[in-house]
């Protein structure tokens, strides 16, 4: 032991026994705040519930369920009430209907092309393409609804009204269409080399492979991506209540105005009501038809995706081979058969048709992949055809005008920014926290498993509900603090629609960090949270800061939860940082744009096409920094993995 | 008595093939490979391989990992197309013919090909052997194919109660004889092995290895193997690959030797080939 080579010195005196009782207490601390972090998003479910349960229960001691689900008509504004649910939720389901029509064979089409045919350069642009449709803010697919695609049919159906399910359909349905094929590829992506291979090696042409092999193995996948992409067409608020109209109507017809729930919900929010009114609870119960309704759906879609990928998981594991009689009888058999089988076999000599089919299929797929690409080029010229000639300095420095030429958007951009800064500083620290816990702490175990899914569901649960819950709670009950109405509502709200996605984003980057360097930090004696701190943060960081920059970016281009908790068509302050501003009336650069579009003349529809460019510049800056953050932090990733020996 | 002994003394072709490989009259060539190179994104992965394969003999690919082997193997039937940046050179020809003039979707079809983990689709077991002869337009009578196939693998009685049941609830050995059914039904000419009882348990594979064995003088099989006992027990030919290091440092694999099975065991003319096939040998000198 005394070798000169051994001389560490190992006695135990070097290593303070009082610093670990204080390591231990803070180890503790840091827990418990972390797991009240993981609470929160808990607490939201259940304050959905509960608020939504309690204002129903107003609702439903004035109106019998029957009545409820049994009127043909829907008349809360008038005299004469009428609560027909029906009427509002056959307007959903056909503007829904209308979308995954549109969505599921361009969306799938689509998720083949890319998945099978596409040369790497040409996935390389195309799929961030079509992403970028359902990043779009979806006030912009109003805009392109009513003043576009309105227009545009008119021309071939002379009786369409200038409100319509089906426009508001076919735009809905350009968003979703990016959730149908990313789910789908990823789906088809998880079935395995070994099945194609095994597929190609029968002889099967790349199309046979495709419909015959991948497909099938795929559909409960496909399943699930059409259920989500559904019901984020149920609840897809700005696009129905701008384009599909204010008539609530009891009919499947999609050539005239229809009004869904979601539009009426907005209808009502854009006065103000009266907290305990009568129409107060009709809202949040409408709202929770609307949550039931979607909830259910992605419930399903997420328990289909995760039974697809253990499936997958599963799929080709050999197991343990029993003898039994009758296998030892057929194996004897075989020793009295006449090898080989009858080679006189008749395969049609149809080579060249299936391989036309094969053509035909090919492009069949890469134009619908295409039509998503032509798709954002029309949207984009269009918007830039009619904002460039009003977007100039003035514009960005006014406040907004009965006066055409003098309005500008100051006060909603500084709103906007406002509000990324108060969201980001509310829901990054809470979800990260969250994110550690639930990753990190939470043992492995089915309520962990039935969290996750639930996280994938709120992050699902359309935004206008959010809303709902911001003006009961937010607006109402913590009025003395956020001052009603306000900024800080709003931030609150739109902190409790971007949390979900925070925390998924980062659990999937902590879980990216390889078991191997957890170990090997517990291996050199780190508590967890030095584990953490030291060692998996610093690992994971790129692409929690990824999420929370598309976080943000969805953030930004929200429209009707503003609307619900109180955002207003006019300001003509700018707020600082003091609470009297937070606690101050807001609008933004989305709610500016519906309160534009609304308007009759055609000049602030220019104004709000410059506005869309604003914002798109601001989502598209945000979305080129997550693109660059992750691209270099794979370069990165990617040099280490080669310098392996 | 095992079937094994069973089977080769039931076997007439069996004893009279040490005879036929004396006399070197050899059998008609399908597959001949000339000068065969495969990259992988620029870097080679096998140079220079040229060989042939005869008609109805078990020629098996033997060698070390990473010595290319399965690469080369899917290049008979052009599998490794599917695989993006990886180049071939060299010619194959398929009874004379280069495989690059023809369909690989035809070629695939008469180069039926076994994987090492069993891959049968999760459909019916039935619907597994039909699914081929339906897109290649069999035109025959679909319930006999599909029994007959069974048969041939002995896995007709094992499942011929439940062949609407899934195939993934098969066991693995079971599952990799129904892939064989699947190959076998379409009739190849030839079919690529690789590694087909890697995967399995010992009594798995030898119930493969005892079907190898019947289907020997009837199937021109081209089987990669790490178990030399199977190369030494089922196969008509060896071929050795190893891999060797070139200027670049890259590793190349090549082919070594190429022989009988019983030269190669017995005889080999490379040290390599020993080296490889005796165990213990490079330790002993």
């Known amino acids: ?645 | 008595m095992n079937n094994q002994q069973a089977i080769t003394m039931n076997n007439p072709v069996f004893t009279s093939k040490s005879e036929q490989e004396s006399s070197e009259i050899l059998p008609e060539v399908i597959l001949q490979a000339e000068d065969v190179s495969v990259s992988y994104h620029g870097i080679p992965a096998l140079q220079n391989i040229s060989l042939e394969i005869y008609k109805n003999q078990i020629t098996s690919f033997i060698g070390p990992s990473g010595c290319g082997k399965s690469t080369f193997l899917r290049c008979f039937n052009r599998l490794n197309d599917l695989i993006p940046e990886t180049r071939m050179t060299g010619k194959i020809r398929f009874f004379g013919q280069s495989i690059r003039r023809m369909n690989p979707v035809e070629i695939r079809r008469r180069i039926g090909m076994v994987f090492q983990r069993p891959n049968p689709f999760p459909k019916s077991i039935y619907d597994n052997i039909a699914v081929g002869l339906r897109v290649n337009g069999y035109r025959g009578n679909l319930d006999d194919r599909v029994e007959t196939s069974l048969r041939h693998v002995g896995l007709w009685n094992e499942v011929k109660n439940k062949l609407k049941k899934n195939a993934l609830d098969l066991s693995g050995g079971q599952q990799q004889r129904l892939c064989i059914a699947r190959t076998i039904a379409l009739n190849p000419e030839v079919i690529l092995m690789d590694e087909p009882t890697a995967a399995l348990d010992p009594i798995s594979a030898g119930r493969i290895n005892d079907l190898l064995m019947t289907m020997r003088q009837y199937y021109t099989i081209i089987l990669i193997t790490h178990n030399l006992k199977q190369a030494a027990l089922v196969t008509d030919r060896v071929a050795f690959f190893n891999v060797e290091i070139n200027s670049r440092g890259d590793r190349v694999g090549k082919l070594i030797e190429y022989a009988p099975t019983l030269d190669i065991f017995v005889n080999p003319t490379q040290q390599t080939t020993w080296d490889y096939v005796v165990p213990g040998s490079r330790y002993s000198s």
């Open chain 1, 1 to 645: 032991m005394n070798d000169p080579r051994f001389s560490l010195n190992s006695s135990p005196k070097h290593f303070n026994k009082g610093l670990l009782v204080g390591l231990f207490m803070r180890e503790r601390i840091i827990e418990v705040g972390l797991a009240i972090a993981a609470g929160i998003p808990v607490l939201i479910s259940l304050a959905i519930l509960g608020v939504f349960l309690y204002e129903a229960t107003f609702f439903f001691q004035e109106v019998s369920p029957w009545q409820f689900l049994t009127d043909t008509q829907w008349t809360p504004l008038f005299a004469s009430q009428k609560f027909g649910i029906f009427v509002l939720t056959s307007a959903t389901f056909s503007i829904a209907a209308i979308a995954t029509f549109v969505a599921v064979p361009i969306g799938l089409l689509a998720a083949i092309y890319l998945a099978e045919y596409a040369p790497q350069q040409v996935r390389r642009i195309l799929k961030p393409a079509l992403e970028t449709l359902s990043g779009i803010p979806t006030i912009v697919y109003g805009y392109f609804a009513v003043l576009l695609v309105t227009p545009l049919l008119q021309q071939f159906i002379p009786n369409l009204g200038g409100f319509n399910a089906l426009s508001a359909g076919l735009v809905t349905g350009i968003l979703i269409t990016p959730i149908v094929s990313s789910i789908s590829e990823d789906a088809i992506e998880n079935v395995p080399m070994e099945l194609r291979e095994g597929g190609y090696s029968l002889g099967f042409t790349k199309r046979e492979n495709i419909l015959r092999v991948i497909l099938p193995i795929a559909f409960p996948g496909i399943v699930a991506a059409i259920t989500l992409a559904t019901s984020r067409a149920l609840g897809e608020t700005m696009i129905a209540s701008i384009a599909a109209g204010q008539n609530p109507n009891l009919t499947l017809n999609p050539l005239v105005p229809v009004e869904s729930i979601t539009a009426f919900i907005i209808q009502v929010s854009l006065g103000d009501v009266p907290a305990n009114s009568f129409l107060f609870h009709t809202l949040f119960t409408v709202g929770f038809v609307l949550f039931l309704l979607t909830f259910s759906l992605n419930w399903l879609g997420h328990w289909l995706v995760r039974r697809h990928e253990q499936m997958m998981k599963g799929l080709s594991i050999p197991s343990i081979e029993v003898e039994s009689d009758s296998s030892r009888e057929s194996s004897r058999a075989i020793a009295s058969l006449n090898f080989p089988l009858d080679t006189h076999l008749s395969f049609e000599k149809a080579l060249t048709r299936r391989q036309r089919y094969d053509r035909l299929f090919l492009s069949l797929t890469l134009c619908t992949t295409l039509v998503g690409a032509i798709v954002l080029v029309i949207l984009l010229t269009s918007v830039l055809l009619q904002g460039i000639p009003v977007l100039d300095g003035s514009f960005l420095t006014s406040f907004a005008s009965r006066n055409a030429e003098d309005a500008g958007i100051y006060a909603a951009l500084v709103g906007t920014l406002w509000l990324l800064v108060l969201t980001a500083a509310i829901a990054f620290p809470i979800g990260v926290g969250a994110a550690i816990y639930l990753e990190e702490y939470l043992p492995r175990n089915t309520f962990n498993h039935i969290l996750e899914i639930h996280l994938a569901n709120l992050a699902a649960v359309p935004s206008i509900i959010y809303g709902l819950l911001g003006l009961a709670l937010f607006a109402r009950v913590l009025q003395p603090i956020t001052g009603g109405r306000s900024l800080l509502s709003a931030a609150l709200v739109l902190s409790s629609i971007v949390l979900p996605l925070v925390i998924i984003t980062t659990r999937g980057a902590l879980r990216s960090v390889p078991q191997s360097q957890r170990q090997a930090a517990f291996g050199v004696g780190m508590t967890q949270w030095q584990a953490i701190h030291n060692v998996i943060l610093p690992s994971a960081f790129p692409r929690i800061i990824t999420g929370m920059l598309l976080a943000l970016s969805r953030a930004i281009g929200e429209t009707a939860p503003l609307i619900a908790v109180g955002a207003v068509a006019y300001i003509s302050f700018v707020p600082e940082f003091s609470l009297g501003d937070l606690q101050s009336n807001f609008t933004t650069l989305t709610t500016q744009i519906f309160y534009w579009i609304a308007r009759p003349q055609k000049e602030f529809h220019n104004l709000a096409a410059a506005t869309i460019l604003v914002l798109g510049a601001i989502v598209f800056t945000i979305n080129i920094f997550a693109v660059l953050l992750r691209d270099f932090y794979r370069k990165k990733k990617g040099e280490l993995a080669n310098n392996k020996p």
